[in-house]
């Protein structure tokens, strides 16, 4: 098994840190590994703290009295100059359970309020994101949303269009545009649920 012999930080941002490794391969080989990270310091990367805490929450909400749409964000990211679907999504606050993170996340980022369903934790414990570029983690929150689309909440780097979307509609993002993998695999179960029972997939068979 490979081995970490040095963590050198590179950048001190708020959102977003760079650290570069002096690693030795299974071989015995020297080598280097570069992490991008949530972390502050060394310290909180989670080589480090070995805890996998969820950095970010992302949030799959059913909206309407028949849950037969599912709220997406269509957003402009710098990273590829252009517009993706997403599902609504954003940072877990220092002391914040991720739960609480998803109510306030939807709340401001398209306007509407969730109300989370209690889940079995395989499906909403913390899962690594990019594991080969980042240690980014996130946790999945699963409800319904009511209520009616506000821009008021937006930061002025978030540029967000609020998609309330039928199985028609996914059917055509899927096909034509840009999606996030995490959100693609979700539209996909989407599209296959029992309308009479949509959060079924997450029922554990005892």
């Given at each position: 098994m490979?081995?970490?012999?040095?963590?050198?930080?590179?950048?001190d941002?708020?959102?977003?840190?760079?650290?570069?490794?002096?690693v030795?391969?299974r071989?015995?080989?020297p080598?280097?590994?570069?992490v991008?990270?949530?972390?502050?310091s060394?310290?909180?990367?989670?080589?480090?703290?070995?805890?996998?805490?969820?950095d970010?929450?992302?949030?799959?909400?059913?909206?309407?009295?028949?849950?037969?749409?599912v709220?997406?964000?269509?957003?402009?990211?710098?990273?590829?100059?252009?517009?993706?679907?997403?599902?609504?999504?954003?940072?877990?606050?220092?002391?914040?359970?991720?739960?609480e993170?998803?109510?306030?996340?939807?709340?401001?980022?398209?306007?509407?309020?969730?109300?989370?369903?209690?889940?079995?934790?395989?499906?909403?414990?913390?899962?690594?994101?990019?594991?080969?570029?980042t240690?980014?983690?996130?946790?999945?929150?699963?409800?319904?949303?009511?209520?009616?689309?506000s821009?008021e909440?937006?930061?002025?780097?978030?540029?967000?269009?609020?998609?309330?979307?039928?199985?028609?509609?996914?059917?055509?993002?899927?096909?034509?545009?840009?999606?996030?993998?995490m959100?693609?695999?979700?539209?996909?179960?989407?599209l296959?649920?029992?309308?009479?029972?949509?959060?079924?997939?997450?029922e554990?068979?005892?």
């Amino acid at each position: 098994m490979g081995s970490i012999r040095k963590i050198t930080q590179v950048t001190d941002n708020r959102f977003l840190n760079m650290f570069d490794l002096d690693v030795v391969h299974r071989t015995g080989a020297p080598g280097k590994y570069y992490v991008a990270s949530r972390a502050r310091s060394a310290g909180e990367l989670k080589l480090s703290t070995k805890v996998n805490r969820a950095d970010g929450v992302i949030i799959y909400a059913l909206y309407g009295e028949k849950k037969d749409r599912v709220v997406l964000i269509r957003q402009y990211r710098y990273s590829i100059d252009g517009y993706i679907y997403e599902f609504p999504a954003g940072l877990v606050e220092e002391g914040e359970d991720f739960h609480e993170a998803g109510i306030r996340e939807l709340k401001e980022e398209t306007g509407l309020s969730f109300h989370p369903i209690e889940v079995d934790p395989i499906f909403s414990k913390p899962y690594f994101t990019t594991i080969g570029m980042t240690d980014e983690s996130c946790a999945a929150v699963y409800g319904t949303a009511d209520g009616k689309i506000s821009a008021e909440g937006l930061e002025d780097s978030e540029e967000i269009e609020v998609i309330l979307a039928d199985r028609e509609e996914i059917r055509r993002i899927l096909k034509e545009e840009n999606v996030s993998l995490m959100c693609a695999y979700m539209m996909m179960h989407f599209l296959h649920a029992d309308p009479e029972n949509p959060f079924a997939f997450l029922e554990v068979e005892t």
